[in-house]
C-alpha cells in the first residue's frame, strides 16, 4: 500500500484531505507542524510528502531543507499544497527540491493527478 504523510496546520484540511486520499486506497498519516513531520517522515518513509507552506514554527520551506538534508529520507517526493500562487514561491520551492507546487484551491481530481504522477 502506498505510503502518503500530509504536512498542514490547519487541522480541516489536514482531514479532509486524510479521508479523501484514504478513500482512494492510500495509507496516510498527517502531522500537524513540520517538526512533527519530519520526525513522521523519518519514523514511517512515505513514498510520498505533501506539505503546506505557511505554518508557524516551521515554513514547508524549511521542513523541505531539512528533509534534503537527511540521506535516508532525501529522496522521497515532496509536493506543496499551498495558497501561494505567486511564481516566487513557485519558484524557490522548486529550487529547493520540490516535486511539484499545487496551489489552493485544488480539485480532489487535481490532487489526485498530482499524487499519482509522483508515485509511479
Given at each position: 500500500?502506498?505510503?502518503?504523510l ?5 487541522a480541516?484540511?489536514r482531514?479532509t484531505?486524510?479521508?479523501m486520499?484514504k478513500a482512494e486506497?492510500?495509507e496516510?498519516t498527517?502531522?500537524?507542524?513540520g517538526r512533527v513531520?519530519?520526525?513522521a ?8 510528502i505533501?506539505c503546506d507552506l505557511s505554518?508557524?514554527?516551521m515554513s514547508?520551506?524549511?521542513v ?6 537527511d540521506?535516508?529520507i532525501?529522496a522521497i ?11 516566487g514561491?513557485?519558484?524557490r520551492g522548486?529550487d ?8 489552493k ?11 499519482k504522477?509522483r508515485?509511479?
Open positions: 500500500m502506498t505510503k502518503l500530509i504536512i498542514e496546520d490547519e480541516g484540511i482531514m484531505l486524510s479521508l486520499l486506497g492510500f496516510v498527517a502531522a500537524e507542524n513531520g519530519i520526525e517522515a523519518r519514523a514511517k518513509n512515505p513514498d510520498l505533501l505554518m508557524p514554527e514547508g520551506f524549511e523541505l531543507e531539512e528533509l534534503r538534508r540521506p535516508a532525501a517526493p515532496f509536493v506543496f499544497l499551498t495558497a501561494h500562487a505567486d511564481s514561491n513557485r519558484r522548486m529547493l527540491g520540490a516535486d511539484d507546487y499545487l496551489t484551491p485544488f480539485t480532489r481530481d487535481e490532487l489526485l493527478k498530482v499524487v504522477a508515485i509511479t
